[in-house]
């Protein structure tokens, strides 16, 4: 924000500030009103309990049954891969799509653009977790329900930002490469290309950093990595191993973070 | 001009062209040394190989499931609102209604917070504090929470809104820190030297600054919400994820592609608007 | 050599840049489009190659008419036509050595140029091009890592590259500092006077068209209003072309320059 801005913000127009009251009254309304319509069926006994609960939980977490860890190694390493050739897959569908939506690369703005458009919001609509309840559910539980999960869910991320990529690309450069009598795929591959590259590796590590954590859970709905072994624990009520996958997951998650900095880093 | 007459002869007889070299090898992009390169590639080809190599494939239960799938698409395309109509309503008000107030109660608790997260405004002690809520919040998964909440609270959409509170607290305090470290300093300098309190500080410095972006992250968040709202119900935290988990277990895979071309449908609304009103704001 | 009949253009918003251009370039004469920002010079060059479409009027280049050809045909007309841009619109990301070869781009199949795999002759004509203008020990920096200067060198390799039968140069100094604008101009004269090249040069530094060219045209809200040499371009047709303004000193810093 500038400085011209600042005096505006304060010292605003009598009518400016009757309607930013009303806002703010609307605001307030619409928020009991929710919280009213929420908490209608919330048995207030077992909230106030919370406490006691909590502490009880905290009590049958502690301490972590460290040696589970020998157990976690498989899915853990499942679940990188999970994340990993979900994000390869994701990216595989992502780049024709990007290409399709973005306005200056579409073949027809008219009917394929919408088309594209729509794929890309449906994906980014759908959490992978609801992605990996329907594929378990078509193709049966294991990994492979968790890979198409993320790579479906990927699709939209991808294609959404490396969309607004190309679409930003400098003109100036594309018309020079189209005025040596480049055909279309050569102006794609020499005008294009190298003007989003950057951007693309970029998107493709920050998706891939947020696959890791999505593809964690992915095995609470039985699409394999450690989720499932998760879900075995919380199903017999075992806390302490709980706990020790609540570590794994995070240990995982720090770490696969730092690598996608450090490459972003190197990249940009 | 480095140039003189006799470089241009090299270009007119053709002679002397040949004492150019004949090709030209593309610079690498990204790694330099060649032996690097060589050594990545082949583990990440081993890695595929051995990744690939885990994935147990049940190839009977895909043909079988494949039948199901082109359900689901006729289902999606051919969506049935009206059998299940009763529970896809009484979700929907859950989702909608845990989004709002949660997205309401996770922006006024994450001022608080990205305020103490940033290091130049806040005491060290604080920023500490304000630090480790920040990530612990970001480094859980929705769902993590949201199983811990049930676990206290009860099944319902009340364990549903604290965990999107508390998520909300994770990335806008994030972000509203950064910013606030962003700010420009010779403002706060100006503010300071009047001799201004610290709350006089905040209100006259800090939040001119931030508070356009402020409201773009909650509208952005506001929809981020109403996704995630849909999932935690797999885990017991109410909302429109219940209805949709019980419809894909019973295979009703029409009121299950209702259900998402509604989520779809809020979520395309929430963007649009999102951003007439960021443009409005700015 | 390049002959432009009632060459019009009207943008979709109804603005008209050209108003029925006429003009006829014989082989290796430079001529310098000069008028004030505006004036439809810069839609006047993207109209030859066709980068921006003409509404009406046609284009040839030594008897071929490039207005009315197919995307294909137009492909094939393009490469005979080297074009220079104001910011050198290099791409910024890919070597120097390679901007230099995408001048081949309409020479050579997708999948050669792909892989980089250009045939010896057009390696060699590159590198021999980079050595003319000086740049040779730069070859495998990447682009944006050249001055202003340089890039221009670039960009002039590019399109000598393609082995032009025409050069459209587009504000090829309005990006660069003084010295550097009149060693670019020196260069560009030299290269076609080298190989007996027309050229089309859009540029706004009247001193500097003066200076450099054999023959200038006058644009003024689309039509050409002067067409003749350097000495006839006198005060009263400056007044035409960029309306009252004191040329005087215009004309001292000619002098002196």
Redesign the interface.
């Given at each position: 924000?500038n400085?011209e801005?600042?005096p505006l913000?304060?010292h605003r127009s009598n009518r400016m500030r009757l309607l930013l009251w009303v806002g703010w009254l609307i605001?307030v309304a619409?928020?009991l009103f929710?919280?009213q319509?929420?908490?209608r069926?919330?048995?207030w006994a077992?909230?106030s309990d919370?406490p006691r609960?909590?502490a009880d939980?905290g009590g049958r977490m502690f301490p972590p049954r460290w040696s589970y860890i020998e157990k976690l190694w498989i899915p853990l390493?499942?679940t990188l891969?999970i994340a990993?050739?979900g994000t390869l897959l994701g990216i595989l569908f992502a780049i024709p799509v990007a290409f399709l939506a973005a306005s200056n690369t579409t073949p027809s703005r008219l009917f394929v653009r919408p088309v594209a458009l729509f794929i890309i919001?449906?994906s980014?609509?759908?959490?992978s977790?609801?992605w990996a309840?329907?594929l378990v559910?078509?193709?049966?539980p294991?990994?492979?329900a968790g890979?198409v999960a993320i790579g479906l869910r990927s699709i939209g991320f991808v294609a959404k930002l490396l969309y607004e990529a190309i679409e930003e690309t400098?003109v100036?450069?594309i018309?020079?490469?189209?005025?040596?009598?480049?055909?279309r795929?050569?102006i794609l591959?020499?005008?294009i290309v190298?003007?989003i590259?950057?951007a693309f590796y970029g998107i493709s590590v920050f998706r891939w950093d947020i696959n890791i954590?999505?593809s964690?859970?992915l095995g609470?709905?039985g699409a394999g990595g450690i989720g499932v072994q998760l879900q075995a624990s919380?199903n017999t009520l075992a806390w302490p191993q709980v706990t020790m996958i609540?570590v794994v997951?995070?240990g995982t998650?720090?770490v696969s973070?730092w690598v996608s900095a450090r490459v972003r880093h190197?990249?940009i | 001009m480095v140039n003189s007459a006799d470089d241009s002869g090299l270009l007119a007889g053709s002679k002397s062209g040949a004492a150019y070299p004949a090709t030209f090898k593309r610079p690498p992009m990204f790694i330099q040394r060649a032996w690097l390169r060589w050594v990545l590639w082949t583990l990440a080809l081993v890695w595929f190989v051995l990744a690939i190599s885990t994935i147990e494939v049940n190839w009977t239960r895909v043909a079988e499931g494949l039948d199901r799938g082109w359900r689901f698409v006729k289902g999606f395309l051919t969506p049935d609102f009206i059998s299940r109509w009763k529970d896809i309503y009484a979700g929907l008000v859950e989702s909608l209604t845990m989004t709002f107030t949660s997205t309401v109660t996770g922006v006024l608790l994450s001022v608080p917070v990205g305020i103490g997260a940033a290091r130049n405004v806040a005491p060290r002690f604080i920023y500490y504090v304000c630090r480790s809520i920040v990530a612990v919040s970001r480094s859980l998964q929705e769902i993590i929470i949201a199983i811990l909440f049930v676990a206290m609270f009860g099944f319902g959409p009340f364990a549903g809104y604290l965990t999107l509170s508390f998520a909300t607290i994770g990335f806008l305090a994030k972000l509203l820190a950064e910013d606030i470290e962003d700010i420009d300093e010779s403002q706060t300098e100006a503010i300071r030297a009047t001799g201004a309190s610290w709350l006089q500080l905040i209100n006259y410095a800090v939040q001119p600054q931030v508070m356009p972006r402020l409201i773009g992250l909650s509208l952005y968040r506001l929809d981020i919400n109403f996704r995630e709202s849909a999932v935690i119900g797999i885990v017991g935290a109410g909302g429109i994820g219940a209805t949709l988990n019980t419809a894909i277990d019973r295979y009703e895979f029409d009121s299950a592609g209702a259900i998402l071309l509604i989520i779809i449908l809020i979520v395309m609304l929430a963007e649009y608007s999102s951003g007439f009103v960021r443009k409005w704001v700015q | 050599m390049l002959k432009v009949s009632h060459l019009s253009k009207t943008y979709a918003a109804g603005d008209k840049a050209l108003d029925d251009v006429s003009f006829d370039i014989p082989a290796g004469q430079v001529v310098g489009l000069i008028g004030p920002s505006g004036a439809g010079k810069s839609t006047l060059i993207r109209c030859i190659n066709r980068l921006v479409e003409p509404s009406s009027g046609s284009v040839s280049l030594g008897g071929t008419v490039i207005t009315g050809m197919s995307s294909g045909e137009l492909r094939a007309v393009r490469r005979r036509i080297g074009m220079i841009f104001q910011e050198y619109a290099l791409v910024e990301r890919l070597s120097v050595m390679e901007n230099v070869l995408s001048g081949r781009l309409g020479y050579v199949s997708f999948w050669r140029s792909f892989l980089r795999r250009y045939p010896a002759a057009d390696v060699r004509k590159a590198y021999a091009l980079l050595d003319r203008v000086g740049l040779l020990e730069h070859a495998r920096k990447r682009a944006d890592a050249l001055s202003g200067g340089q890039r221009q060198r670039v960009g002039i390799a590019r399109a000598l590259a393609q082995d032009p039968e025409l050069l459209l140069i587009d504000e090829p100094t309005a990006s660069l500092d003084p010295k550097t604008s009149r060693q670019i101009m020196r260069l560009l004269i030299e290269i076609c006077s080298e190989r007996h090249l027309p050229a089309i040069i859009n540029i706004h530094d009247v001193v500097l068209a003066r200076q450099f060219t054999e023959r200038l045209i006058g644009l003024q809200a689309g039509r050409i209003v002067f067409d003749g040499s350097p000495a006839e371009l006198t005060e009263a047709v400056l007044t035409r072309i960029y309306g009252e303004e004191d040329w005087t000193t215009l004309d001292n810093e000619a002098e002196a320059a």
């Open positions: 924000m400085n801005a600042t913000w304060q605001l619409l928020f929710c919280w319509v929420m908490t069926d919330t048995i077992f909230v919370a609960q909590a939980l390493w499942d891969n990993t050739l919001v449906a980014r609509s759908i959490n977790l609801i309840l329907l559910s078509i193709i049966g294991g990994l492979l890979i400098d100036m450069q018309e020079a490469v189209t005025a040596t009598g480049a055909s795929a050569q591959n020499y005008a190298p003007q590259l950057p954590r999505e964690t859970i609470l709905v919380l609540f997951i995070l998650v720090v973070e190197a990249i | - | -």
